[in-house]
């Protein structure tokens, strides 16, 4: 049988190519370590590779925003720490304050000390962040939280936060009531300040005492909140972690490379490189002479 040699030739060039082709791939697939190249290469792997690819992608921006949350929670709480720190030095003077017993310069003496204890948490709540943002004004992160006038310039919407598929926790802390107290303070100390006697202090005294009270425990509950909110974000984080290792797994049970395998295919398509070669260099060499 004759065979016409632009056939011979196409048929050995697509023989050529297929074993290089072959050996391409494999040779890509050791350098890489990953069997799936292409979505060709297994089609339901492939797919599963993208569903976890895309999963991944979601909880390492999950978790980015948990680490930075938990750094701005650790934040406010140690600036609410401060407030209580300072509200409990001004109910101290107020319940001295409250003895019948204190002189008119004992009074006035306090109420230095009250004033500043006014303008440190004043300041506190004044607080921003690093970007010059108001820690305690809700939203309205534009504006401090109390003005010179003692007026609350914030408000009290939450900044939520994605820390999980679906599920959200609130970033800010508001202290709208800080606003009253630091005002009752601030009259107080200016009562006092006056040179008015312990008698007739006494109501305005325990009126104040009254508010440091409820608002302390406010602050109080706002920074057990914060801690609470702190142990959830570890919590969600570490299943977050386990899920990613998990996802990481299963990654590699499905796209890792047999390197034993993939050694028979590189040695079988070297062979047909080879032989197919040869045997196109031999052919090429015959005549229809060489029969006779």
Known sequence: MRIASTQFHAT???????????????????????????????????????????????????????????????????????????????????????????????????????????????????STDSEGRSVFSGTATDQPAIDAAFTYQGNTATQQVAVGPGVTVPANVSLPEMAAFVKQLDSLAALLKSGVTADAAHAQVASTLTNLDTTLNSVTGKIGSLGGLQNVLSTLQDNQAAVSLSNKQAALTLGQLDYGEAATRLNSYTLAVQATQKAYGRVSNLSLFDAL
């Open 12 to 126: 050995m060039n697509s023989a050529l190519q297929a074993a290089n082709t072959g050996l391409s791939q494999v040779m890509q697939q050791m350098a890489s370590g990953q069997r799936v190249q292409r979505p060709s290469d297994d089609t339901i792997a492939s797919m599963r590779l993208s569903r976890l690819s895309r999963e991944e992608a979601s909880l390492t921006q999950y978790q980015g925003n948990i680490d930075a949350l938990k750094s701005r929670l650790t934040n406010n709480e140690t600036l609410l720490d401060s407030v209580k720190a300072d509200m409990m030095q001004a109910r101290d003077l107020l319940v001295w304050a409250a003895d019948g017993s204190n002189t008119q310069g004992d009074l006035q003496a306090m109420a230095g000390s009250l004033e500043s204890l006014r303008d440190s948490l004043i300041h506190t709540a004044n």
